[in-house]
């Protein structure tokens, strides 16, 4: 989430530079959903998060 509360950055695509070409190569505008997995776990969801974020 980007917030511009004065009013007065830089347009989104002027802070970004040159992100759209270096994403363009890999066009994820063909990317599709190959698997999702879906967990149910007993713990604190902060836990969760931070364990996944360790590997």
Not at 47 to 52: D, H, K, L, R, T
């Amino acid at each position: 989430m980007f917030v511009n509360v004065s009013g007065d950055a830089p347009g989104f695509d002027r802070y970004l530079g040159s992100l759209t070409m270096t994403i363009a190569p890999y066009q994820p505008e063909r990317l599709v959903i190959a698997a999702r997995d879906e967990y149910v776990v007993g713990s604190n969801w902060k836990s969760i998060i931070e364990n996944y974020h360790e590997c």
